[in-house]
């Protein structure tokens, strides 16, 4: 039996809230929607924002153009990020300045690409899978545990911007040199996505990454009803509560052909809110006004 009264309450905390990790086509991976389809379903369920994701390009000019054809009246902002994988040369300042000067929001370390991703046991190799050259693993750290210099260039870049730095699927071990260097050279919107996942970060590293100003993204695909579903909810109250609930953003990490479509998704983790007993007040925190504290939207409104 549908709850009429919960139904409605996850209405209006969709309503205004921020999807920081959505997968779309068109893309080498199979999706389940395309971007406008997306875009349709985000406006008819209110949502304020989308940044639409894909591991080997950036979206940027792709949604120039679906911004140019949109309706007036269309209140939904569409926001892209630049992937330093193999198909965008790496870290390559270039792809990262071209990006962010075209409108791009997010600058992503490898994700497919990342050592991490490629070498630990449990992982494989999905670039190959899908038919493509072997990808070259890709580190942000040297063997003295320091930052590698090609990423210096990239780190002034961001800070030129003020755009967002996420360690894309880096291990947690190369997130706190990466950050405090980036921090160092005037980046100061920083994130992880999936922190416990790929990355493999513990409580005790979800609590040192806050108190360094990192926002933590967990998300819908890993703990909501789908295939992909890894952790229970009371696991991730644990996780946001641990980051704390100012430091924490949820998004849906949604597309893919057997999960279910982003916005829905979105409402199911909403759910998951309500169910641990959080309040509207801190749901739309976690959900709207983290995000776009993080994008700086509020800062560009005013």
Same mark, same amino acid.
């Given at each position: 039996?549908?709850?009429? +009264?919960?139904e +409605?309450?996850?209405?209006?905390?969709?309503?205004?809230?921020?999807?920081?990790?959505?997968?779309?086509?068109?893309?080498?991976?199979?999706?389940?929607?395309? =971007?406008?389809?997306?875009?349709?379903?985000?406006?008819?369920?209110?949502?304020?924002?989308?940044?639409?994701?894909?591991?080997?390009?950036?979206?940027?000019?792709?949604?120039?153009?679906?911004?140019?054809?949109?309706?007036?009246?269309?209140?939904?902002? @569409?926001?892209?990020?630049?992937?330093?994988?193999?198909?965008?040369?790496?870290f390559?300042?270039?792809?990262?300045?071209?990006? @962010?000067?075209?409108?791009?929001?997010?600058?992503?370390?490898?994700?497919?690409?990342?050592?991490?991703?490629?070498?630990?046991?449990?992982?494989y190799?999905?670039?190959?899978?899908l038919?493509?050259?072997?990808?070259?693993?890709?580190?942000?750290?040297?063997?003295?545990?320091?930052?590698?210099?090609?990423?210096k260039?990239?780190?002034?870049?961001?800070?030129?911007?003020?755009?967002?730095?996420?360690?894309?699927?880096?291990?947690?071990?190369?997130?706190?040199?990466?950050?405090?260097?980036a921090?160092?050279?005037?980046?100061?919107?920083?994130l992880?996505? =999936?922190?416990t996942?790929?990355?493999?970060?513990?409580?005790?590293?979800?609590?040192?990454?806050?108190?360094?100003?990192v926002y933590?993204?967990?998300?819908?695909?890993?703990t909501?009803?789908?295939?992909?579903?890894?952790?229970?909810?009371?696991?991730?109250?644990?996780?946001?509560?641990t980051g704390?609930?100012?430091?924490?953003?949820?998004?849906?990490?949604?597309?893919?052909?057997? +999960?279910?479509?982003?916005?829905?998704?979105?409402?199911?983790?909403?759910?998951?809110?309500?169910?641990?007993?959080?309040?509207?007040?801190?749901?739309?925190?976690?959900?709207?006004?983290?995000?776009?504290?993080?994008?700086?939207?509020?800062?560009?409104?005013a």
């Amino acid at each position: 039996m549908v709850d009429a +009264n919960l139904e +409605n309450r996850v209405d209006a905390l969709l309503h205004g809230a921020i999807d920081m990790h959505c997968h779309t086509g068109p893309s080498i991976m199979k999706r389940k929607l395309d =971007h406008l389809e997306q875009i349709e379903d985000a406006e008819r369920a209110g949502l304020r924002a989308v940044l639409f994701k894909d591991h080997f390009y950036s979206d940027t000019g792709v949604l120039e153009v679906i911004r140019k054809h949109r309706p007036a009246e269309s209140r939904l902002l @569409l926001l892209s990020g630049v992937p330093l994988n193999n198909a965008l040369g790496g870290f390559n300042p270039y792809a990262v300045r071209h990006g @962010l000067g075209r409108g791009a929001r997010l600058v992503w370390m490898p994700t497919l690409c990342a050592c991490n991703h490629l070498t630990s046991a449990f992982r494989y190799d999905l670039a190959g899978r899908l038919g493509m050259i072997r990808p070259k693993g890709l580190t942000a750290i040297n063997a003295r545990g320091e930052v590698i210099d090609e990423l210096k260039v990239i780190f002034d870049i961001i800070a030129e911007h003020d755009a967002i730095l996420c360690g894309g699927h880096l291990h947690a071990t190369e997130m706190f040199p990466l950050f405090a260097e980036a921090k160092r050279r005037g980046v100061r919107r920083l994130l992880v996505s =999936h922190p416990t996942f790929w990355i493999e970060a513990d409580l005790q590293d979800l609590r040192d990454l806050t108190s360094m100003g990192v926002y933590l993204e967990h998300v819908a695909c890993l703990t909501i009803d789908c295939v992909d579903r890894l952790y229970t909810a009371d696991e991730l109250r644990s996780f946001i509560d641990t980051g704390g609930i100012d430091r924490t953003i949820l998004s849906s990490d949604l597309g893919q052909p057997q +999960n279910p479509r982003p916005v829905e998704g979105f409402r199911s983790v909403i759910k998951l809110c309500i169910e641990a007993g959080y309040s509207d007040s801190d749901i739309r925190k976690l959900t709207s006004r983290n995000a776009a504290t993080l994008i700086g939207l509020d800062e560009a409104a005013a």
